[in-house]
């Protein structure tokens, strides 16, 4: 990555100039998220146990409100909700956004019609692991 300065009537501006491959790299970062955030919109659908419990880190957190109970745990609950209880006709999620600083990651998912039409908004966070795979380690939701 190069840096440069370029002169602005407020003052000079230091802009960073990152070469092809460094580029190249951060898109396929982002597409390595995305495909674990697909897998965990997929497992959610499919009450897919296996598939939820490889994209979450063994020590990841799961938090928010649900209904009335504040939720602060591992996702083994949330796993086993996933796999016993249908998502729903009117099920649908939707990555609001991906954001790749270094090997860790934030990720949003928009969810519709999950468990009896409710609506949820997920804020995720990741790191890529030491085995060189990008994994769930929070999960903070909000239920409307």
Do not use: C
Request: aromatic letters at 10%; zero cysteines; a negative charge.
């Amino acid at each position: 990555m190069a840096e440069r300065e370029i002169p602005l009537r407020l003052g000079p501006v230091r802009v960073l100039e990152f070469q092809a491959e460094e580029y190249h790299l951060r898109t396929q970062e982002v597409d390595e998220v995305t495909l674990v955030m697909e897998s965990y919109i997929q497992g959610t659908r499919e009450g897919d146990a296996e598939l939820l419990r490889r994209v979450f880190h063994p020590e990841a957190m799961v938090a928010g409100w649900f209904g009335g109970d504040l939720l602060l745990r591992r996702p083994d609950g949330f796993i086993a909700r996933a796999a016993s209880t249908e998502s729903g006709p009117n099920y649908k999620a939707t990555i609001g956004s991906i954001s790749v600083i270094g090997r860790t990651a934030t990720a949003t998912i928009y969810e519709d019609g999950l468990w009896d039409d409710r609506s949820f908004v997920n804020l995720f966070q990741l790191i890529r692991d030491a085995g060189n795979h990008w994994v769930i380690t929070a999960k903070l939701f909000h239920m409307d």
